[in-house]
């Protein structure tokens, strides 16, 4: 588990942001602004969903040569950058995921409209992080006196969204050569900078088959249809759980997001599947979800067997995903970081729980926060997403600042306070 903290003043911040070194960072970040609108265009435009981020990943890797830093790409297929310089092993992670739930399909998907907006498939999650992401190694790359950078691993991961089930985190924090010296983690997820992500919310998928034999929709009739099957486990859920909306407290949700099945209008199918997200604050709630699903889809199946007169079905869930859940001290380390650095800024976020990349190091007791990388966005997940890059240098600032205390705390280094 994380130790206690030792107190980040006021001064220390400010101290921190008028060293030489970091002062040109953080000058860098509004001087530059063109440069990194450019990276975060020219990025988006290669697409990357999930399971197909080596292209994308590529791109990165050869970026974050070109401004001096050693790149490897592990065995999860995370782009892994660090100090060309590196006298020790980095002990603060700063990560963005590669992935996006939807791609572009052509370059020209991503555009910039007139009131100078980015839109398209991914600008906002994760095109914020990822430009984040570069224009922290691009303005440490730009103040040589910033050694406190040999101190941070900047990564680029694989496998956040959907089914990637963290996959490139999980290896980060469990498997690879850095899993034994990285304490802390800030993940970079998005647009904004009003929230800090400090509890972990759990998740886990099913995917839900029904099969029969199938057959013709007249001479057939009669034969137990999985679609139907599937259909009544869907509203039983849905009617038991009270609506789309599950009140109460520890808050949950569920969405039944892929359904499927059949081959034409007049077949009897003989598969019907789903895939259900189901999300809740504590693993209790989860377990009561998970054993509801299965109740539901059993009363489905035997309800179907019942009223056929012809073939029956079967049917097995299988679970394609799980996220730990977790929460953050109030008294971490990192949140006494993050907090004071919004003092200086004037920024006024709130703890909120969500399911993001930092999910794995939380659970695991580690340091870690996901937070925004500043500008603002929307629409995520859909074809209308969009982001914004008026005010970005804030949260790029705030980045930069948290993960300088971060590194000078793990070397000791007092004299940032």
Same mark, same amino acid.
């Given at each position: 588990?994380?130790? $206690? ?6 001064? *220390? ?30 990025? *988006? ?82 095109? $914020? ?7 922290? $190694? ?10 406190? !950078? ?80 599937? *259909? ?77 007169? !012809? ?14 859940? !977790? ?56 074809? $209308? ?18 993960? *300088? ?13």
């Amino acid at each position: 588990m994380a130790s $206690a903290p030792i107190p980040v003043h006021a001064g *220390c911040v400010a101290n921190a942001a008028e060293a030489r070194g970091v002062r040109e960072c953080l000058q860098w970040f509004t001087r530059e602004k063109q440069w990194i609108n450019e990276r975060h265009i020219e990025l *988006c435009r290669i697409p990357a969903p999930t399971f197909l981020e080596q292209a994308r990943g590529e791109w990165m890797a050869a970026q974050f040569r070109a401004l001096g830093w050693r790149v490897e790409t592990d065995r999860a297929g995370n782009v892994v950058a660090t100090s060309a310089e590196l006298a020790q092993a980095p002990s603060a992670a700063l990560t963005a995921h590669l992935d996006t739930v939807l791609a572009p399909r052509r370059p020209e998907e991503i555009l910039v409209s007139g009131d100078g907006r980015f839109l398209g498939p991914g600008v906002a999650d994760n095109g $914020a992080g990822l430009a984040a992401l570069l224009a922290v $190694a691009a303005a440490l790359k730009s103040a040589p006196e910033s050694d406190w !950078g040999q101190s941070i691993a900047l990564v680029a991961n694989v496998g956040e969204e959907g089914e990637g089930n963290l996959s490139g985190m999980r290896y980060l924090c469990r498997q690879s050569p850095l899993a034994a010296t990285l304490k802390s983690f800030v993940v970079l997820d998005g647009p904004g900078t009003d929230t800090i992500t400090a509890h972990a919310l759990g998740s886990r998928r099913f995917e839900v088959v029904f099969t029969g034999p199938g057959g013709h929709s007249w001479t057939d009739y009669g034969t137990a249809n999985p679609v139907h099957a599937l *259909c009544r486990a869907v509203v039983l859920f849905n009617d038991t759980q009270g609506g789309d909306a599950p009140a109460g407290e520890p808050r949950s949700s569920f969405n039944f997001g892929i359904i499927d099945g059949g081959m034409s209008i007049n077949s009897i199918p003989s598969e019907a599947r789903a895939k259900v997200d189901l999300r809740a604050e504590t693993q209790s709630k989860m377990d009561e979800l998970a054993d509801l699903l299965n109740d539901c889809v059993e009363r489905a199946l035997e309800t179907e067997n019942d009223r056929t007169s !012809g073939g029956k079905l079967a049917v097995r869930i299988r679970e394609i995903g799980s996220r730990p859940s !977790g929460r953050l001290s109030e008294r971490a380390a990192i949140l006494d970081v993050l907090r004071s650095v919004d003092q200086h800024l004037g920024i006024r976020a709130q703890l909120d729980c969500s399911s993001t990349d930092a999910n794995i190091p939380i659970s695991l007791g580690l340091d870690a926060v996901s937070i925004g990388a500043g500008g603002q966005g929307g629409g995520a997940h859909t074809t $209308a997403e969009w982001y914004n890059p008026e005010g970005r240098d804030l949260g790029l600032k705030r980045v930069l600042l948290a993960m *300088c205390l971060m590194a000078g705390r793990s070397q000791e280094a007092g004299g940032l306070s």
